[in-house]
Each structure stands twice: as structure tokens, then as C-alpha cells.
């Protein structure tokens, strides 16, 4: 009879088990629609409470109750009273580390987001700054860029005087990710564009809106993070810490590629360091961009042919279109400094087929006509209409890359500014909008008109 007991009380069990799980599984269902239909129609208040049973009830039902619970969360903080506000906080932190250990995915973009939200409550650097450096460390392309700039701005102030390398490190680290983002976002645009405008959908149309704010926000993020330590990376300082730490590194690819990448940037190439540097990065990591580096001191010292195999190696072995473009624009600007316009012109072009969002290619183009005024020009009019030619470049680049447009202003400028004016016209009998033809190595045609 006991047994018989017992074998009927695990029966119970095994057909009552189901249905207990069904109804605790329904719930959950029932609550995370409800609230999501609310979130959806932005109902924050109204969705609060079945997201919040969610939360206590099936953590693990979506993680959806994390990506929407974050902004209902964050909303139930805004509208919290002062009394109010250190519980709604605590909700918000809650919402971030119930999705860490429920979802332990997409740490470096959840560490950022909690980032954020320390500096938004007033937290003190140093906190903030544990958070960063965890993003940083996690994945540093998950920083936003007010982010990216706090961080870097910690960094130097506590190593600017006492340890610079660190500064330096974390400055290509840095514009490591800052490129990383740039070619992902340039390549979907590149995406859109190639569509047919015509029929180019509105979705379409928001994306690359979305991706070139994107881009130009990267670009105002550079721009910060070079003026920052643009008083620490001086030729002066770059080539005695580069010295004092190259027979410990002079076997490291990454330590060498940066740099390299330093001086050339600072255009300290004129230092034989700068040779020393660029024979152990090639030796260390023959790659595309260490055999562009290579090339150019071999342009530099004479061995012009040679220099044009490396440059071809280099262009060769990279399979991807934008790194190409990306090397193809290095030896351009290269050819640039070495005086052979007319190859460097060549290869900005060549960047610009296989990215043609590249619009500093258009801004290389466009200071090196410029700078041929005089020499392409035989009276006033002429040399001036040179810029002409120089300002059509730089609003082609402004044009395809929206993310410089700070930059190509400043191009677009000066250039306006050194166009012929009314006045220099009529002394030379010529139009505005006529034709004028430009030659020497530019051999190119404009359209004739004035500053004023």
C-alpha cells in the first residue's frame, strides 16, 4: 500500500510539473508583451510595472527586458523625486549588471553605456575612469567619442610629465579604434552610394545620414584627441623616447608600426632615426604599410625604382579595397612631399576607385594645386585661376565626405580668398564663366570666376 502511495505521488508530480512550468513560462509571456507593446508605443510609466516583474520573475526570458528596460528605467530616473532619485539610480545600475550576468555578451559597449551614465550623475574621474578603462580594455571601438576624448584626457594628465610612452600608447590605441569605426561606417556608405540614386529608398537615405554624422563626429574626436597631445608630440620629444626604447622593441611590429606612424605624422622623417625605425618595422612585419613606409626612404635616398616595387608590393597585397585606398593615398602624400605632383595625383586617384567617400585624396589633389600657382600661372589672372582648380577639389572632398567638412572648409577658404577678384578680370579682358585652361602638370579646365 505505500508503495502504491508513493508511485501515485510521483505520478502527481510528473503530470502536475508541465503544467506548474506552462503557467510560470505563460506569465512571463503575457508580462514581456505587455510591456514591450508598451515601450513601443513609448509608454514608459505604463510599462514599467510588467517589465519590472520581468525583471524579478524570468531574467532570462529575452534580452530584450535589458535593451528596453534601460530607457524605462532611465525614465522612471528623470521623472523621480529628489527622495526618489538614489533608489531610481540604483534600478538603472541594476537594468546594466543583471544584463552582464544574465547576457555576458557586448561587455565593451555595456561598460561604455555605464560609463556614460556615471558622468551623467556626477561621478568623480576616478570612477568614471574605472569604467572607461574597462571599455578600453574590453574593446576600445565601443567608446563613444565623448567618451573616447575623457579617457584620453585622464590618461595624459596623469602620465603627461611622468611616463609619456603611455600616453603615446594609448593615443594609437586609441586612433586604432577611431579607424577601425571609420572604415566599417565609409564601406556603408560606400554601400548606399553605390545604389541607384534614383530609386535610393528613404530608410536608405536616414542610414547615410546616420553614418556620415557618425563619421564627421569621429573626425571632431580626432581632431580633440591631436590638439591634446599635440604639446608632447613634438619631433624633440617622439625621437629621444623613441630611441630610449627602440633596442627593447626593435623586434615588436605593433610598438614599431606606431612609431613609425608618429614621426611620419609629425613629419620628422628628415631624422636618419626615422630610417633606423622603418628597416626594423619592415623586417619585423613585411606588410603592405611597412613596404610603403620602406619605399619612401628609399624615394628619399635616390632608389627611386625600387622604391616604386615596394610601393607596388604593397598596393598588391592587400585584398581589401579600403586598406588599399588607404595605401594608395600614403604614397600619394609621400610623392607629394618628394615633389612628383603628377605621380602623387595619379595615386590619390587610384585611392579614390577603390574608396570614393576618401576625401582627403581630393584635399592631397587640391594643396598640391594650390602650391603650383605660381609655377603653373605666368600672370595674375592665371596663377589665380590655379586656385580655382584647388577650390574645386576641396568642395569635391567636402562633397563625398561629409566628416571632413571642418576641415575642407578651411581648405575651401583660403582658396576663395586667392581667387582673381572683378577687378583682376576685366585688366586681363577675360569673363567670368568662360573657359580657362590650366597648364603645366595640372592641364585641367575651369570655369573662370572671382572672389567677389
Given at each position: 500500500?505505500?508503495?502504491?502511495?508513493?508511485?501515485?505521488?510521483?505520478?502527481?508530480?510528473?503530470?502536475?510539473?508541465?503544467?506548474?512550468?506552462?503557467?510560470?513560462?505563460?506569465?512571463?509571456?503575457?508580462?514581456?508583451?505587455?510591456?514591450?507593446?508598451?515601450?513601443?508605443?513609448?509608454?514608459?510609466?505604463?510599462?514599467?510595472?510588467?517589465?519590472?516583474w520581468?525583471?524579478?520573475?524570468?531574467?532570462?526570458?529575452?534580452?530584450?527586458?535589458y535593451?528596453?528596460?534601460?530607457?524605462?528605467?532611465?525614465?522612471?530616473?528623470?521623472?523621480?523625486?529628489?527622495?526618489?532619485?538614489?533608489?531610481?539610480?540604483?534600478?538603472?545600475?541594476r537594468?546594466?549588471?543583471?544584463?552582464?550576468?544574465?547576457?555576458?555578451?557586448?561587455?565593451?559597449?555595456?561598460?561604455?553605456?555605464?560609463?556614460?551614465?556615471?558622468?551623467?550623475?556626477?561621478?568623480?574621474d576616478?570612477?568614471?575612469?574605472?569604467?572607461?578603462?574597462k571599455?578600453?580594455?574590453?574593446?576600445?571601438?565601443?567608446?563613444?567619442?565623448?567618451?573616447?576624448?575623457?579617457?584620453?584626457?585622464?590618461?595624459?594628465n596623469?602620465?603627461?610629465?611622468?611616463?609619456?610612452?603611455?600616453?603615446?600608447?594609448?593615443?594609437?590605441?586609441?586612433?586604432?579604434?577611431?579607424?577601425?569605426?571609420?572604415?566599417?561606417?565609409?564601406?556603408?556608405?560606400?554601400?548606399?552610394?553605390?545604389?541607384?540614386?534614383?530609386?535610393?529608398?528613404?530608410?536608405?537615405?536616414?542610414?547615410?545620414?546616420?553614418?556620415?554624422?557618425?563619421?564627421?563626429?569621429?573626425?571632431?574626436?580626432?581632431?580633440?584627441?591631436?590638439?591634446?597631445?599635440?604639446?608632447?608630440?613634438?619631433?624633440?620629444?617622439?625621437?629621444?623616447?623613441?630611441?630610449?626604447?627602440?633596442?627593447?622593441?626593435?623586434?615588436?611590429?605593433?610598438?614599431?608600426?606606431r612609431?613609425?606612424?608618429?614621426?611620419?605624422?609629425?613629419?620628422?622623417?628628415?631624422d636618419?632615426?626615422?630610417?633606423?625605425?622603418?628597416?626594423?618595422?619592415?623586417?619585423?612585419?613585411?606588410?603592405?604599410q611597412?613596404?610603403v613606409?620602406?619605399?619612401?626612404?628609399?624615394?628619399?635616398?635616390?632608389?627611386?625604382?625600387?622604391?616604386?616595387?615596394?610601393?607596388?608590393?604593397?598596393v598588391?597585397?592587400?585584398?581589401?579595397?579600403?586598406?588599399?585606398?588607404?595605401?594608395?593615398?600614403?604614397?600619394?602624400?609621400?610623392?607629394?612631399?618628394?615633389?612628383?605632383?603628377?605621380?602623387?595625383?595619379?595615386?590619390?586617384?587610384?585611392?579614390?576607385?577603390?574608396?570614393?567617400?576618401?576625401?582627403?585624396?581630393?584635399?592631397?589633389?587640391?594643396?598640391?594645386?594650390?602650391?603650383?600657382?605660381?609655377?603653373?600661372?605666368?600672370?595674375?589672372?592665371?596663377?589665380?585661376?590655379?586656385?580655382?582648380?584647388?577650390?574645386?577639389?576641396?568642395?569635391?572632398?567636402?562633397?563625398?565626405?561629409?566628416?571632413?567638412?571642418?576641415?575642407?572648409?578651411?581648405?575651401?577658404?583660403?582658396?576663395?580668398?586667392?581667387?582673381?577678384?572683378?577687378?583682376?578680370?576685366?585688366?586681363a579682358?577675360?569673363?567670368?564663366?568662360?573657359?580657362?585652361?590650366?597648364?603645366?602638370?595640372?592641364?585641367?579646365?575651369v570655369?573662370?570666376?572671382?572672389?567677389?
Open positions: 500500500m505505500k508503495k502504491a502511495l508513493q508511485i501515485l505521488a510521483l505520478l502527481i508530480f510528473t503530470l502536475s510539473a508541465p503544467v506548474a512550468f506552462s503557467q510560470a513560462d505563460a506569465d512571463c509571456n503575457i508580462k514581456y508583451n505587455l510591456f514591450k507593446g508598451d515601450y513601443q508605443a513609448k509608454k514608459y510609466d505604463a510599462a514599467y510595472e510588467n517589465w519590472l520581468c525583471m524579478d520573475n524570468c531574467p532570462t526570458l529575452s534580452v530584450n527586458i535593451k528596453y528596460g534601460i530607457k524605462i528605467a532611465e525614465h522612471k530616473l528623470e521623472n523621480a523625486s529628489a527622495v526618489e532619485k538614489p533608489a531610481a539610480a540604483n534600478l538603472v545600475m537594468v546594466f549588471n543583471q544584463r552582464l550576468e544574465h547576457y555576458p555578451t557586448d561587455f565593451g559597449k555595456i561598460y561604455d553605456d555605464i560609463a556614460t551614465f556615471k558622468m551623467e550623475q556626477g561621478a568623480s576616478d570612477e568614471v575612469y574605472t569604467w572607461l578603462e571599455t578600453f580594455k574590453e574593446d576600445p571601438t565601443e567608446m563613444g567619442g565623448k567618451n573616447i576624448y575623457k579617457y584620453f584626457d585622464i590618461i595624459l596623469k602620465n603627461k610629465n611622468t611616463n609619456p610612452q603611455i600616453v603615446f600608447d594609448t593615443y594609437d590605441q586609441v586612433g586604432e579604434g577611431v579607424e577601425v569605426k571609420r572604415e566599417a561606417y565609409s564601406k556603408k556608405i560606400e554601400a548606399i552610394n553605390a545604389k541607384d540614386s534614383t530609386t535610393l529608398s528613404t530608410k536608405d537615405k536616414k542610414r547615410r545620414g546616420d553614418y556620415q554624422q557618425i563619421l564627421t563626429n569621429l573626425s571632431i574626436v580626432e581632431g580633440g584627441l591631436d590638439a591634446k597631445i599635440s604639446e608632447i608630440s613634438t619631433c624633440e620629444n617622439l625621437i629621444p623616447l623613441n630611441k630610449k626604447y627602440f633596442e627593447e622593441k626593435k623586434n615588436d611590429a605593433v610598438w614599431l608600426k612609431a613609425v606612424s608618429r614621426m611620419y605624422n609629425k613629419e620628422c622623417t628628415d636618419p632615426f626615422y630610417d633606423t625605425l622603418v628597416e626594423a618595422y619592415v623586417k619585423a612585419d613585411p606588410s603592405p611597412a613596404s613606409f620602406y619605399a619612401g626612404i628609399l624615394i628619399k635616398n635616390g632608389e627611386t625604382n625600387k622604391a616604386m616595387e615596394y610601393f607596388k608590393k604593397a598588391d597585397q592587400e585584398s581589401d579595397s579600403y586598406k588599399k585606398a588607404k595605401y594608395l593615398l600614403t604614397v600619394g602624400q609621400i610623392l607629394s612631399k618628394q615633389g612628383r605632383k603628377g605621380e602623387a595625383r595619379t595615386y590619390a586617384y587610384r585611392a579614390l576607385e577603390h574608396a570614393p567617400t576618401m576625401g582627403r585624396a581630393y584635399l592631397l589633389i587640391a594643396g598640391m594645386y594650390a602650391s603650383s600657382a605660381n609655377s603653373c600661372g605666368v600672370d595674375v589672372v592665371s596663377k589665380r585661376m590655379v586656385y580655382v582648380a584647388a577650390l574645386n577639389k576641396a568642395l569635391k572632398a567636402k562633397s563625398v565626405d561629409p566628416s571632413i567638412s571642418s576641415l575642407a572648409n578651411r581648405y575651401i577658404s583660403s582658396y576663395s580668398e586667392n581667387l582673381p577678384s572683378k577687378k583682376d578680370l576685366f585688366a579682358a577675360i569673363d567670368a564663366g568662360t573657359i580657362h585652361k590650366i597648364g603645366c602638370w595640372i592641364n585641367e579646365t570655369r573662370v570666376q572671382s572672389k567677389d
